[in-house]
């Protein structure tokens, strides 16, 4: 069993940024990978970035690419999502989730992650 826990979220106006956490606690997190999910209202749960448990593969959603960083903390067992130039259209319930795999493999695949968090409400105001 892997809990985690998100942090981070806020009103934040267009343009800013945010960092969001997530902090593992239970089975070794260095041997998950990590993704981060987003939920707006009446949409979806839909991916936003993965990142490989040796931390040396990543990837992210057309949306947020060039924009979002995800991070990882093996020895402190938090992922992190660093969000610039955040646009209105970024507002969402944010969820971390984990994933046993292979150490450089990630997954866009939301079925694919065993555990989740419970979210975290960004918010960004035009």
């Known amino acids: 069993q892997v809990h985690l826990v998100e942090s981070g979220g806020g009103l934040v106006q267009a343009g800013g940024s945010l960092r969001l956490s997530c902090a593992a606690s239970g089975r070794t997190f260095s041997r998950y990978a990590m993704g981060w999910f987003r939920q707006a209202t009446g949409k979806e749960r839909e991916f936003v970035a993965t990142?490989?448990?040796?931390?040396?593969?990543?990837a992210y959603a057309d949306s947020v690419k060039g924009r979002f960083t995800i991070s990882r903390d093996n020895a402190k067992d938090t992922v992190y999502l660093q969000m610039n130039s955040l646009k209105p259209e970024d507002t969402a319930v944010y969820y971390c989730?984990?994933?046993?795999?292979?150490?450089?493999?990630?997954?866009?695949?939301?079925?694919?992650?065993?555990?989740w968090g419970q979210g975290t409400q960004v918010t960004v105001s035009s």
């Open positions: 989730a984990a994933h046993p795999a292979c150490s450089s493999c990630y997954s866009r695949t939301r079925n694919d992650y065993e555990y």
């Open positions: 990142i490989s448990w040796s931390g040396e593969s990543l």
